[in-house]
Nanobody, 124 residues
Framework: VQLQASGGGLVQAGGSLRLSCIVSGYTSTPYALGWFRQAPGKEREFVAA????????GYADSGKGRFTISRDNAKNTVFLQMNSLKPEDTAIYYC??????????????????WGQGTQVTVSS
């Protein structure tokens, strides 16, 4: 499975960005896709996840009300719309896929495949 993330950039506080992640190379569909982020000197943390069917989503408290995860089945793409960005949202954002069924996963060790990351920088 390959994941290709894009859409990062430099934005002022209060601005918006939409990240995209194209999923390819799978023979069976993952159960869910997730977004994580890692700031310098910090652990990689969960941001949001969505089931492959799109009928279930989950968010970390840090992004609730500001971030929206969605997917386009036809394009095998998952999106992360980020609004009202804050300087503390600055990080490398990674998309990931998990084949662990049952519930949406929030731990990075429960994801099986990772993309290369895209840098998001929010200036104050």
């Amino acid at each position: 499975v390959q994941l290709q993330a894009s859409g990062g950039g430099l934005v002022q506080a209060g601005g918006s960005l939409r990240l995209s992640c194209i999923v390819s190379g799978y023979t069976s569909t993952p159960y869910a896709l997730g977004w994580f982020r890692q700031a310098p000197g910090k652990e990689r943390e969960f941001v949001a996840a969505i089931s492959w069917s799109g009928d279930s989503t989950g968010y970390a408290d840090s992004g609730k009300g500001r971030f929206t995860i969605s997917r386009d089945n036809a394009k095998n793409t998952v999106f992360l719309q980020m609004n009202s960005l804050k300087p503390e949202d600055t990080a490398i954002y990674y998309c990931a896929a998990t084949y662990r069924f049952g519930t949406l996963r929030t731990r990075k060790d429960e994801y099986d495949y990772w993309g290369q990351g895209t840098q998001v920088t929010v200036s104050s």
